[in-house]
């Protein structure tokens, strides 16, 4: 190699520096708001921790009510997802 391509001076690239202490007001409210879901989620678990019996077609069993409640929750989710799909790209044609 010669000398006039190792004289070029290097520029190294230096990215911002940025403090792990300060935490943006976004990022603080996303916090507040998990935590308080948290808690929220742990009551609801906590005082929803009794069993039903749950009488469908020829099946009976026994369950815990959260577990009911959480799943109709998740069914109902999926159902409005797929119906919201469906519609967006029924309009899309």
Same mark, same amino acid.
């Given at each position: 190699?010669?000398?006039?391509?190792?004289?070029?001076?290097?520029?190294?690239? #230096?990215?911002?520096?940025?403090?792990?202490?300060?935490?943006?007001?976004?990022? #603080?409210?996303?916090?507040?708001?998990?935590?308080?879901?948290?808690?929220?989620?742990?009551?609801?678990?906590?005082?929803?921790?009794?069993?039903?019996?749950?009488?469908?077609?020829?099946?009976?069993?026994?369950?815990?009510?959260?577990?009911?409640?959480?799943?109709?929750?998740?069914?109902?989710?999926?159902?409005?997802?797929?119906?919201?799909?469906?519609?967006?790209?029924?309009?899309?044609?």
């Amino acid at each position: 190699m010669s000398e006039l391509e190792n004289t070029a001076p290097e520029k190294e690239a #230096k990215a911002p520096v940025q403090s792990d202490s300060k935490i943006s007001v976004k990022q #603080k409210t996303r916090i507040i708001i998990s935590t308080l879901l948290i808690a929220f989620l742990i009551t609801f678990v906590v005082q929803n921790y009794n069993k039903v019996k749950i009488e469908f077609l020829m099946f009976d069993f026994q369950i815990r009510i959260v577990v009911v409640i959480l799943v109709s929750a998740l069914i109902g989710g999926l159902f409005t997802y797929l119906m919201m799909r469906h519609f967006r790209a029924r309009k899309k044609k």
